[in-house]
Structures are given as structure tokens and as C-alpha cells.
């Protein structure tokens, strides 16, 4: 019991606490996303964490579209959000909202801080407003129209809403403090004029609540306990604890700030992602080099690898950045075990045995992953002709290279012994031919315990092989470079960052495979079916992740 305390992370001290002393008898967190982009692993970690936080302690989780400035939301957005978040497996149950479905309840509370003296209409310019605010080292001044009568005000800020005034004429500010120390409660904006169109509301309004008002308000009506977002509103809370106050909620809720996740040479800013969509250089905002939910998705990566991620990076109060090489491990780690281990050449020779019976073909028998029996076991034709990797031979070796050459003999992996005879060359002295003898004593399960081999190479069998094209991914971000070019803040992109292989061959075993069904391929690495582009006929695998890592884990 003692070492379950000491592993809690400080929200969930923090939790604790409120449930010792009594501030909350439950606990509720949400998942506020803006509907502006597509999600990425950022935003997993925080959807992880809070829907995490509600199962520990048998509370709620909210998922909660912040809708409220209706400039950027797109309802495609609203879906694939929707789409990623279940596929996390963060369960919402009946609790779906949308913040704009409570703009009547905020004008309310803005009404009720007007009649409370706690808040006035403006007219001061955007410009102006911004001069009066002062600075870090120096204070503000006040607005002209801070003591205009409640009257007035109530008055004033009707007209805005019946759209008397333009853009930008009016607002709608909280009387707070214009000396404080914290700028955020220099007397912030609450409402602003503009007419746009919503989403969700249409034309109803044309006066549209700022985050910092509008936020505290979506948690009070949603009953939200811990309210926790990342650190950049920490000096926000002063301001959040305020509007909670001051409208008077009962058992209002309380914001708790953890450090963002940002990973090492990946891009995860929104505005980032949509010009490499924009400019082509990706193919769309789940393009498998990305970081996007979406992205991880169709690049083979699973629910469970993003949160055996998203936990061993824990939460914090300060900002780090976490090596993708630790999502890697992660993703390794989850498939080791679950999936089938298959043999895929992809960059093929061929290997003709001489003395194997031409037409003949035998079935062997292979385990599908030898650390797991539960995964069975499958037939694999074995005949005359296979292809293997062309690196796999070599015409002159060098010292401790243990395939294929000639007069040396290796083991073909779940087969026989073949010893290299002889090879053929092409004009331009490319070798498109490596010819073998096999023994037919050495069958593997055999129990052949005479001469040993020190190489295992892997193989297809060429005429019941599948073609397919496999894309090799390596980082999009030149990462000598780093992320960000410095003079003109551009991104630093790899040219090398998707490789297309069109004719690599993949056992026949592959039939029937579906689109994210993931495979290692033996001696390389992970693979999945791409969702997009590959069809029964034609197949297409994205690598998730190579074999080798030079990644350690964490002390
Ligand atoms: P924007 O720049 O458009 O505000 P955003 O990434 O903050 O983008 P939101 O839709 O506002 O997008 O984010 C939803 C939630 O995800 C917020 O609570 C936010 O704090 C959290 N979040 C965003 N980025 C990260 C990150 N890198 N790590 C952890 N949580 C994040
Ligand atoms: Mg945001």
C-alpha cells in the first residue's frame, strides 16, 4: 500500500487531498479540445489522463468540444476527434457536450457580473486596450468606461448582443485589477463583437465569450472536480478562480496544470502540420511521419503502445522533451508478443536450388511467434525457386560475414541447409542469380544434429510469393538540422523521409490480411497494412518501427 502512495503522481496527490479534506466527494475530469485540427500524441496524453484519472477513482469523464470561437472550427475536425478519442479507448459514455450549447448560460453569468459591479462595456480600440494594459514591469492604467453605471452597462452590453455595434467597436471586460501583478486580471476581456457564423448556433450570436471566461464556466455547469490543463494557464488560474467565484457557482472546480509533451525533432504544432498538408509535402494529416493520432493509426501504431508511452513519461510540472525512440520501444514492446512473425524479402535475389525436384512443393509447418504458441502456427510452400534478400549474399565477403557466399552454407529459416555453388551475373555485373544445393537430411524439426551453420537467412517462395509495396519511414525532420530552420523559421525536412519499395515479396501467408493488421517481418522489423492505399491484389505495409534500437530504458 505504502509504494502505491509513493507512485502517485502529484495530480493524483493533489486529488487525494481534496477527497480527504472534503472539497469534492467524487471526482470528474474532461477532455476539452478545440476543434481546429486533428489530435495528435500531445493530446493523447492528456486524453489519457484524464480519462485515466476518472476510472482510478470512479469518477466521470467528459468529452467536451470547446467550440467558442467560431473562426477556425470545421465539423470534419469534430468527427475525426471523435474517432481518435474512442479509439484510445477513452469511454466519454453519455457524456458528450459541445461548450457552445451553454452560450446562453455564459451571457447569464456576464449579465450577473455587470449587476455586480464586476464587470463594464468598453469602447476603448483594440490598440488602446492593449496600451492601457502596461507591462510586466509597469502597471495599467484604467479604462475611461470602467465606472460607467450598471445601468448603462447592462444596457450597452444588450446592444451588443442585439448586433448594434461592429467588430471590434465594444467589449465586454471584468472589473478586476488594472495595478495587479498578473496582467490576466487587468481588467480581461469577457465578450467581444463578432459577427461570424457557428457551427453549432448559426446565427444566434454575434458576441462570442474569450476562452478565459468561457472555459471556467464549461467545467462549473459540467460539475468538472479537477479541471487540468497544461502550464501555460497557470498564470490564468487567478482569473479562472475568479469567474468561478464571482458567478457564483457552487462546488466550483479547480484547475490543475501539468507540463506538455513534446518529443525530440518531431513536429506537433497544428499550424506546422496543416502547411505540410497544404504544401503536399505530406499525403494528408494522418500521413504515417506525422505524430497525429491519426497518423500513429494508420502507421500501425496501437492504443495500448501510446499509453504503455504516454505512462512511462509520467506527469510533471516541468517541460522536457521525450525521445521518439521511446515511442518506438513502446510500440515494439506491445507487438513482440501479439503478433505473427512472417518472411518478407524486400529487396529480392533469386535462389535457385539444383538438386531440389523441379515442380515439386513441400508445406512446412511454421510457428507463427515462438515466445507465444497461442498464435499457432501456419503452412509455408517450399520449393526450387525462392527469393531471398540480396544482402544476404555476397560474392566476396568480408571477415564474419555468415551468409551466403560461395562454397559456405547457411540454414533458409524454417527449412533446409543450402550451400552456395555458384551465382549468375548480368551485363553490368549486377548478380540476379545465387544457385544452392540443399540437404535433404537437415529439415528443421527434423532432428538433424550433424554439421552446424552459423547463418539463418530468411526466404519467399518465388512462384506462390505475393508482390507488395512496403514504405520505409524515417524521421521528416532533418534531425542534424533540428526542427526549426533559423533564419526564416521554416521546418528543417529530411529528404529521405519516405522510402517506396515497389517489389519487395511477401510470403503467401498474407492473404486475406486487412487494413492496420501488423506483422514482423523476420529480421527487420514491424509492419502494417496501410488503410488507404492497400488493396487484396496489391499490398501495401508501412514500417512502424525496424527491429534494432539503440534506445535504453529510463533508470
Ligand atoms: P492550440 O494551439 O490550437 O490551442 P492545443 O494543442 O492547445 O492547440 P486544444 O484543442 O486546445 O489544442 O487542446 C486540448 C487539450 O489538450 C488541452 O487541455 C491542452 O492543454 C491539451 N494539450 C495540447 N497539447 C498538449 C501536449 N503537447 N501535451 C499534453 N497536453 C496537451
Ligand atoms: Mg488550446
Keep these: 500500500m505504502e509504494n502505491e502512495t509513493v507512485s502517485k503522481n502529484f495530480i493524483e496527490q493533489e486529488i487525494d487531498k481534496d477527497l480527504a479534506e472534503g472539497v469534492y466527494d467524487h471526482v470528474c475530469t474532461r477532455f476539452p479540445p478545440e476543434p481546429n485540427g486533428y489530435l495528435h500524441i500531445g493530446h493523447a496524453k492528456s486524453i489519457l489522463l484524464n480519462y485515466g484519472l476518472s476510472q ?28 481518435d478519442i474512442k479509439w484510445l479507448g477513452a469511454d466519454w459514455k453519455e457524456h ?22 464586476k464587470a463594464y462595456v468598453c469602447d476603448l480600440s483594440p490598440d488602446e486596450i492593449r496600451q492601457y494594459r502596461g507591462t510586466l514591469t ?8 470602467r465606472n460607467r453605471s450598471v445601468e448603462e452597462n447592462l444596457e450597452l452590453f444588450t446592444a451588443m448582443k442585439e448586433g448594434k455595434f461592429q467588430d471590434g467597436e465594444r467589449v465586454l471586460r471584468a472589473k478586476i485589477d ?10 480581461p476581456i469577457l465578450y467581444r463583437v463578432a459577427h461570424m457564423h457557428h457551427h453549432n448556433t448559426g446565427d444566434a450570436w454575434c458576441i462570442y465569450p474569450m476562452y478565459d471566461f468561457a472555459h471556467p464556466i464549461e467545467d462549473a455547469i459540467e460539475g468538472i472536480t479537477h479541471s487540468i490543463c497544461t502550464l501555460e494557464f497557470e498564470d490564468h488560474r487567478p482569473l479562472y478562480d475568479w469567474v468561478v467565484k464571482e458567478c457564483e457557482f457552487k462546488n466550483p472546480p479547480r484547475q490543475i496544470e501539468f507540463a506538455k509533451l513534446y518529443l525530440t525533432n518531431v513536429v506537433t504544432g497544428k499550424r506546422y502540420i496543416k502547411k505540410l498538408v497544404e504544401d503536399g509535402i505530406v499525403d494528408g494529416w494522418d500521413d504515417p511521419r506525422l505524430v497525429s493520432i491519426a497518423a500513429l493509426r494508420r502507421r500501425g501504431f496501437t492504443p495500448e503502445s501510446i499509453k504503455m508511452f504516454v505512462d512511462m513519461c509520467g506527469v510533471s510540472k516541468s517541460q522536457s522533451s521525450v525521445d521518439y525512440a521511446m515511442l518506438e520501444y513502446c510500440i515494439r514492446e506491445d507487438l513482440k508478443m501479439k503478433k505473427p512473425r512472417m518472411m518478407a524479402v524486400l529487396d529480392p535475389i533469386k535462389l535457385v536450388i539444383d538438386n531440389y525436384p523441379e515442380g515439386q512443393v513441400e508445406y512446412l509447418d511454421v510457428a507463427n511467434n515462438l515466445e507465444n504458441e497461442e498464435l499457432g502456427s501456419r503452412k509455408v510452400p517450399f520449393c526450387r525457386e525462392l527469393y531471398i534478400e540480396r544482402e544476404d549474399f555476397m560474392e566476396e565477403p568480408p571477415k564474419k560475414y555468415f ?7 547457411v540454414r533458409l529459416m524454417h527449412a533446409y541447409f543450402v550451400k552456395c555453388e555458384s551465382f549468375v551475373k548480368d551485363e553490368n555485373g549486377n548478380i540476379t542469380e545465387v544457385h544452392c544445393t540443399y540437404d535433404p537430411e537437415t529439415k528443421a524439426g527434423s532432428g538433424f544434429t550433424g554439421r552446424k ?16 509495396e512496403v514504405r520505409l519511414y524515417e524521421n521528416l525532420i532533418d534531425e542534424k538540422k533540428g526542427v526549426y530552420n533559423k533564419e526564416d523559421g521554416s521546418l528543417n525536412l529530411n529528404p529521405n523521409s519516405l522510402k517506396i519499395i515497389k517489389d519487395a515479396y511477401v510470403e503467401p501467408s498474407f492473404d486475406g490480411t486487412k487494413a492496420y493488421d501488423s506483422f514482423q517481418f523476420v529480421r527487420n522489423g514491424y509492419y502494417c497494412v496501410d488503410a488507404k492505399d492497400s488493396v487484396p491484389e496489391a499490398l501495401v505495409f508501412n514500417r512502424i518501427v525496424s527491429l534494432k534500437s539503440s534506445f535504453k530504458l529510463p533508470k
Design 138 to 145: 509597469e502597471p495599467g492604467k484604467e479604462s475611461p468606461y
Design 403 to 409: 551468409r551466403l557466399f560461395p562454397g559456405n552454407e
Design 453 to 468: 551453420v552459423k547463418g539463418t537467412i530468411h526466404w519467399v517462395p518465388a512462384p506462390y510469393a505475393k508482390k507488395a
Design 96 to 117: 458528450l457536450y459541445f461548450a457552445s450549447s451553454y452560450f446562453e448560460k455564459m451571457y447569464e453569468c456576464a449579465v450577473k457580473l455587470i449587476k455586480k459591479g
Design 56 to 83: 482510478k477513482y470512479n469518477g466521470e469523464f467528459h468529452m467536451r468540444f470547446d467550440d467558442t470561437n467560431p473562426t477556425k472550427e470545421k465539423v470534419e475536425f469534430v468527427d475525426s476527434i471523435k474517432e
Design 178 to 187: 488594472m495595478a495587479s501583478p498578473n496582467i490576466n486580471m487587468r481588467d
